[in-house]
């Protein structure tokens, strides 16, 4: 999809400049929120506190993308050593290590959609978050590298483009947004190659790594250029979640009133739920029937791709990942409301047991007919997301904060 566009359907007011203290005096000041509702249009809304709650999300986005950068290091050192020693282990190896490394980074989806480190858009100074770089999809495959009835196609096999960081995002996306040249799924297509089997993944050649044959030497190059990109793209998150850096985004977060920071968590949820996960990612590609529009089309990763989604929208709803256990929304939901917080955990059991039966490979449910059971299966899918983001604006409403989730993109 196109990030820029989605970024601006929802870009953010303006902040108010006028700050007020917190109830607690050792707590930083806090802006005054854009996202809170009138309070005379919204009907009555509780007072409360939710800076531990705010406070420990931060926190869970820190460790989440540690946990990213580590397991991207991991596929980075694992990626080397196919480049160095090249074989069928290597590269069953580096593809088992680019499965890992995208099951954190897909739980840190939940951390998008409010102008965030992450996908920041800033006309003005022509820059933006790397959201674009490390996760953009659908690819144009034979932009990159060669496919079936084309061995000549993409960058790699063009020996007029240089194979640096610099030409590589230059020329990211430029004529067409599917000319996708970095990221997961452009590492992903040069471990696994097209998927042309329905019920199985990609099958590239671990010579296509060989040393000195062909164009192998600019095919290795580009792979560790990009993963290199990737590793520091994520470094940059890491930075930018640092709680002990005074000036870092998440001590800014930690600043924003409670209705600031708590309609960019909840916008955030419901977005991922009901308009990125449920609609651009399974309601195009059921409607297409095209295996191009699965996500994560070259490895068959994409039944876990939905799975670990969901796993980052629970993980934050329930404040917990890894060695961070706090104050959750459901903490707070249950203090003010405590049905509607039973409402929401009932909600996110249906996406789960939907979820659980959905046909692996996700390719096999595209290319199935119209009324096939798998294609029902997935539609009750997008059903359960559906209704777990109208939970969530629910959420939004008790706590008196705008959830705005686009109706296209």
Not at 119 to 139: C, H, M, Q, R, Y
């Amino acid at each position: 999809m196109n990030k820029t566009a989605l970024v601006a359907s929802v870009s953010l007011l303006a902040l108010v400049q006028t700050t007020i203290g917190h109830a607690s005096q050792t707590d930083p000041v806090r802006n005054i929120s854009s996202y809170a509702l009138d309070k005379d249009a919204a009907g009555y809304v509780p007072d409360y506190d939710a800076y531990p709650t705010i406070a420990n999300y931060a926190a869970l986005v820190e460790v989440t993308y540690k946990q990213t950068l580590a397991d991207a290091k991991e596929m980075q050192f694992a990626i080397d050593e196919l480049l160095q020693n090249p074989s069928q282990d290597a590269l069953n190896a580096a593809r088992n290590a680019w499965i890992n490394a995208r099951t954190s980074y897909l739980q840190t989806e939940a951390f998008r959609f409010y102008e965030g480190p992450i996908d920041f858009v800033d006309e003005k100074a022509e820059k933006e978050g790397p959201e674009g770089s490390l996760n953009a999809w659908p690819i144009n495959e034979g932009f990159i590298d060669y496919i079936k009835g084309n061995p000549n196609a993409g960058l790699i096999n063009d020996s007029s483009v240089p194979i640096t960081e610099a030409s590589i995002r230059n020329l990211d996306q430029v004529q067409d947004e599917a000319d996708v040249t970095t990221g997961y799924h452009a590492i992903e297509f040069l471990l696994w190659g097209q998927d042309m089997n329905p019920t199985a993944a990609g099958d590239r050649p671990w010579s296509d790594y060989v040393a000195g044959q062909g164009n192998n030497d600019r095919r290795r190059l580009y792979l560790a250029t990009i993963t290199k990109m990737l590793v520091d793209d994520l470094a940059g998150l890491v930075t930018a979640w640092n709680a002990s850096d005074p000036d870092s985004y998440a001590a800014k977060f930690k600043g924003y009133s409670d209705q600031e920071a708590l309609g960019r968590i909840l916008t955030s949820l419901a977005i991922l739920s009901e308009f990125e996960l449920a609609a651009e990612r399974m309601a195009t590609g059921l409607d297409s029937g095209d295996q191009e529009d699965e996500q994560s089309c070259f490895s068959d990763n994409t039944l876990n791709d939905i799975i670990f989604d969901q796993r980052g929208i629970r993980n934050v709803y329930f404040g917990s990942y890894g060695s961070v256990s706090g104050a959750g929304l459901d903490t707070l939901v249950a203090s003010l409301a405590p049905s509607l917080n039973t409402k929401m955990i009932a909600a996110f059991n249906r996406t789960d047991a939907a979820i659980s039966e959905l046909n692996y490979p996700y390719d096999s449910i595209l290319a199935a007919k119209q009324g096939n059971p798998a294609r029902a299966e997935a539609e009750s899918v997008i059903t359960a997301l559906q209704a777990q983001s109208d939970v969530i604006k629910e959420i939004g409403k008790l706590l008196g904060v705008k959830v705005v989730v686009p109706t296209d993109g």
